[in-house]
């Protein structure tokens, strides 16, 4: 229930691994009173439906529905889009643009139609184009559209930060900005650990960050989805619980802020690309994004990522 005591529904369009675990992850959280699942693949959205109804007994009550017919998202408050192309082994996000812009555009037409208020959360890679593509797609203001962003390779950088300085995740303050993809990049200048900067964190019975331990944390950030998508062929757990957190942040009204991706004028004087920064996301979407102060590197490495995600674009003619 919204804070107006209003019933409210979430769309999630894609019934794959990724949107599967959302549906799952906001089921046991109680996000939202409805939980309405889109694709293409009636079958599997039926399986899936059926299963995550079997949980009910255990979970917040909530109405979980399905079908492959889009007339099942109308009257939703968020559409969470995760259709699409995923990555093969060792194929990069940028690989998906073409195909997954696209049918981005095509969706997101056809959402405006039969949920014209709503939000619009694009998890589909590569997320930053997409987001863009769907954005312009849809007509609708850009607080309204944006993505999932670096909020999972921030929760990513979080785990690697408290595991080397032995805190809970929770204490752990750092951000990684920029591109969900290749050209993200750590705002280590910012990074605290309760407050202490974490250059000075000396963990206990360890040592501070050493600048080899930094550039393996980054390393392993970046090159986190390319390790599970070799072991278990996608991700889902984490961007799962992560996309359940922005819709906590949308539904609840929370002014939360997280890294999602948006679209950027004159941000460090970057403009017409839609990249994650910290940004307050409440019920009406993202309503601003925060200045925060960047090291030279951190500022030339945004826009470098700035560059690489608006290049994509324009190659594919948005
Ligand atoms: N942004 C992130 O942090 C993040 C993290 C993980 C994965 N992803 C991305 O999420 C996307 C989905 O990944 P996945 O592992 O769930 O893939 P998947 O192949 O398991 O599922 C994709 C689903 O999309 C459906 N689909 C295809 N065309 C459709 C259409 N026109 N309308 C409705 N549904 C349609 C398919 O039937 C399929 O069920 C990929 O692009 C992946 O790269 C993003």
């Known amino acids: 229930v919204t804070t107006q005591g209003r019933r409210t529904k979430i769309a999630i369009i894609g019934a794959g691994s990724v949107g599967a675990t959302i549906a799952y992850a906001c089921q046991i959280r109680g996000v939202a009173q409805t939980i309405a699942i889109y694709d293409i693949d009636g079958k599997k959205t039926r399986a899936e439906v059926l299963d995550l109804n079997h949980g009910l007994q255990f979970t917040p009550v909530a109405s979980i529905i399905g079908s492959d017919d889009i007339e099942i998202i109308r009257g939703a408050d968020v559409v969470v889009t995760t259709a699409g192309a995923k990555q093969k082994p060792g194929q990069t996000r940028i690989e998906l643009a073409d195909t997954n812009v696209r049918l981005a555009q095509s969706l997101m037409e056809q959402c405006v139609e039969v949920t014209p208020d709503a939000l619009h959360l694009i998890v589909t890679n590569p997320c930053d184009v997409v987001t863009y593509a769907a954005l312009k797609a849809s007509g609708l203001p850009p607080g309204r559209v944006f993505g999932s962003g670096t909020v999972l390779d921030s929760s990513r950088f979080r785990y690697l930060l408290a595991e080397h300085c032995r805190v809970a995740v929770q204490n752990v303050h750092a951000y990684i900005l920029g591109e969900h993809g290749d050209s993200e990049i750590p705002i280590w200048s910012g990074a605290n650990v309760g407050q202490v900067p974490i250059d000075q964190y000396v963990p206990t019975g360890g040592k501070p960050l050493t600048d080899e331990d930094k550039a393996r944390i980054t390393h392993d950030v970046v ?72 090291s030279g590197e951190e500022l030339a490495g945004l826009r470098a990522s700035a560059d690489a995600v608006r290049s994509v674009a324009q190659s594919l003619r948005l």
């Open 223 to 294: 090159h986190a989805a390319y390790e599970i998508i070799e072991g278990k062929g996608a991700t889902w757990y984490a961007v799962g619980l992560a996309v359940t957190r922005i819709l906590e942040a949308i539904l609840h009204d929370e002014n939360r802020v997280l890294p999602v991706s948006t679209l950027l004028d004159d941000y460090e004087g970057i403009s017409d690309v839609c990249l994650s920064v910290p940004a307050v996301v409440n019920r009406r979407g993202v309503a601003r994004t925060l200045d925060i102060s960047l």
